[in-house]
């Protein structure tokens, strides 16, 4: 089992910036893939952005260009670095740790982005 525990969520107004973290423990396998996904009132969750273990991103059109995630494999950390918010950025994020055997989730982080 991967546990997951987010952090970094908060209020910020359009235009500002949040970084989130999220720390993985457990027995965790070294190829994987770690990100963001967020899941707004009403809507289904959605990807936002992943990296692979080896270093491979992936983005959300809807954030390119102003979101940005990274990785510390040594750490167990994975980070999204959200720049340029805008009220439709607002969600609560959740962090998933994926491999060909677990999918695991953490708790969720609350960003609301007032106009």
Not at 2 to 20: H, K, M, P, T
Request: a positive charge; charged letters at 15%.
């Amino acid at each position: 089992q991967v546990q997951l525990v987010e952090s970094g969520g908060g209020l910020v107004q359009a235009g500002g910036s949040l970084r989130l973290s999220c720390v993985a423990s457990g027995r965790i396998p070294s190829i994987n893939v770690m990100g963001w996904y967020r899941q707004a009132p009403g809507k289904q969750r959605e990807r936002v952005a992943v990296v692979s273990s080896g270093g491979s991103t992936n983005y959300a059109d809807s954030v390119k260009g102003r979101f940005f995630v990274s990785r510390d494999n040594a750490k167990n950390t994975v980070n999204l670095q959200m720049n340029s918010l805008k009220p439709e950025d607002t969600a609560v994020y959740y962090c998933n740790f994926l491999n060909s055997m677990i999918s695991s989730w953490g708790q969720g982080t609350q960003v609301t982005v007032s106009s």
